[in-house]
């Protein structure tokens, strides 16, 4: 279970959050919406530990959690809206790359692993190829097959769908759902509510503080 108790967050003087609480239950596919400027992305990356928070406390399990305590106990995954990827390097290498050097993963582990993560997403051929040859889905599906190396116990995505047409919308929603299946918490960021009925199990609405 993960939970934000309490928690206050400003940039200067603007508060984006304050004395906010949040449970996020093991397995729950929670989806965060609102207007653009609201803190969806905010509350998203202090949930996974990734924002610094003003007061309050990021729990997890019982135990109160820093993004190091996350990154060491492969925790988390988190698919960025921009994705990320590393320009000067192949797919393959793309996800192979963190596994081996920062959990010890073998060689030949890592790359079986990365290999059937890019079959079950469809895009296995793409992998020896550098991120600019790909379409924006195909970035996306990379960008959610690294995220899953580890086994993530929870992944957080930041608008999965916003570089997607229809069809690839409807493939990455069904993504989400294997993983629910698989037993991964999951955090969605998005701006599209149709696309967060179809999946969420609840929905968080985040509204601006000037409304
Ligand atoms: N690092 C930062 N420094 C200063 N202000 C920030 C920072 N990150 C976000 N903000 C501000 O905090 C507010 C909330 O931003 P956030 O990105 O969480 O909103 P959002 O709901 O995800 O918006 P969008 O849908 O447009 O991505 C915005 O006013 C934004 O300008």
């Given at each position: 279970m993960l939970e934000l108790k309490n928690i206050c967050k400003k940039f200067g003087d603007k508060v984006i959050f304050e004395n906010?609480?949040?449970?996020?239950?093991?397995?729950?596919?929670?989806?965060?919406?609102?207007?653009?400027?609201?803190?969806?992305t905010t509350l998203l990356r202090m949930l996974v530990g990734l924002e610094s928070i003003d007061s309050g406390e990021v729990i997890y399990n019982g135990e109160k959690i820093s993004h190091d305590g996350y990154v060491r106990g492969n925790i988390l995954g988190f698919v960025f809206q921009d994705f990320q990827l590393f320009p000067n390097m192949t797919i393959i290498d793309n996800l192979t790359l963190s596994p081996i050097q920062t959990m010890n993963m073998s060689k030949v582990d890592a790359v079986s692993k990365a290999e059937s993560l890019l079959f079950d997403l469809g895009i296995f051929?793409?992998?020896?190829?550098?991120?600019?040859?790909?379409?924006?889905?195909?970035?996306?599906?990379?960008?959610?097959?690294?995220?899953?190396?580890i086994d993530p116990k929870i992944i957080g995505y930041d608008e999965p769908t916003s570089a997607l047409d229809p069809g690839l919308r409807d493939q990455v929603a069904e993504l989400i759902l294997a993983n629910k299946v698989a037993g991964m918490t999951?955090?969605?960021?998005?701006?599209?509510?149709?696309?967060?009925?179809?999946?969420?199990?609840?929905?968080?609405?985040?509204?601006?503080?000037?409304d």
């Amino acid at each position: 279970m993960l939970e934000l108790k309490n928690i206050c967050k400003k940039f200067g003087d603007k508060v984006i959050f304050e004395n906010f609480n949040l449970l996020v239950e093991d397995k729950e596919l929670l989806a965060i919406v609102g207007p653009s400027g609201g803190g969806k992305t905010t509350l998203l990356r202090m949930l996974v530990g990734l924002e610094s928070i003003d007061s309050g406390e990021v729990i997890y399990n019982g135990e109160k959690i820093s993004h190091d305590g996350y990154v060491r106990g492969n925790i988390l995954g988190f698919v960025f809206q921009d994705f990320q990827l590393f320009p000067n390097m192949t797919i393959i290498d793309n996800l192979t790359l963190s596994p081996i050097q920062t959990m010890n993963m073998s060689k030949v582990d890592a790359v079986s692993k990365a290999e059937s993560l890019l079959f079950d997403l469809g895009i296995f051929e793409q992998k020896d190829l550098y991120p600019y040859a790909l379409s924006g889905g195909q970035k996306q599906r990379v960008a959610l097959a690294r995220a899953m190396m580890i086994d993530p116990k929870i992944i957080g995505y930041d608008e999965p769908t916003s570089a997607l047409d229809p069809g690839l919308r409807d493939q990455v929603a069904e993504l989400i759902l294997a993983n629910k299946v698989a037993g991964m918490t999951q955090i969605v960021v998005t701006h599209d509510m149709q696309f967060a009925e179809t999946i969420a199990d609840t929905i968080l609405a985040v509204n601006s503080k000037e409304d």
